[in-house]
């Protein structure tokens, strides 16, 4: 059975401190590992894909790594406006698996 | 670019009542189409998912089931509402395999 595992479960920033999410999988036959964010009440708003071991994607102070077992998403120098829930999914066949997520609070 | 109206925002519905959330797509067609339920500090979990019009495939035995009565349509029902089907009701829509899942806004249901 396919388990993802993010910790911690709660992490508050003050702004500027940067810091990593982990992202645990076990899923056989890993088509890619997607990150969202969630604002409270909303839905998901996707961030990256990562595809194999090894590759990286960057946005503004968000960056996603990838190995055969873990995804990290690191915020470098967070903003107050970077508070969200971040969820990572990584897929098998047709679907989604997506873990409880790291709520993140940065504050000013 | 596409998007995905979902609809009510938010439902009170009593135990034992029916239930209809609908969720429409525009901007693509053909899509792989699903629903996610969120429980409070709980991660996305998978109830439906559809490659196509009336294929269905079911993820959790429970008290509610879905259609796709139209391409860009999906729909969950419920013919009886139970307390546990409380909960934040997301649709979620894919262009194709290998890309991305696009969300609705979700319905917060609250089973009294």
Known sequence: EDQVTQSPEALRLQEGESSSLNCSYTVSGLRG??????????????????YSAGEEKEKERLKATLTKKESFLHITAPK?????????APENDY????????TVTVRA | SQT??????TLVQPVGSPLSLECTVEGTSNPNLYWYRQAAGRGLQLLFYS?????????????LSA???????FILSSKKLLLSDSGFYLCAARVSLN???????????TVV
């Open chain 1, 33 to 50: 590992l997607f990150w969202y964010r969630q604002d409270p009440g909303k839905g998901p708003e996707f961030l990256f894909t990562l």
């Open chain 1, 80 to 88: 107050p406006e970077d508070s969200a829930t971040y969820l990572c």
């Open chain 2, 99 to 109: 890309t991305e899942a696009f969300f609705g806004q979700g319905t917060r249901l």
């Open chain 2, 67 to 73: 259609s796709r009565p139209q391409d860009r349509q």
């Open chain 2, 4 to 9: 995905i109206h979902q609809w009510p925002a």
């Open chain 1, 95 to 102: 679907k989604l698996s997506f873990g409880a997520g790291t």
């Open chain 2, 51 to 63: 490659v196509g019009i009336g294929q269905i495939s079911s993820e959790v035995p429970q008290n």
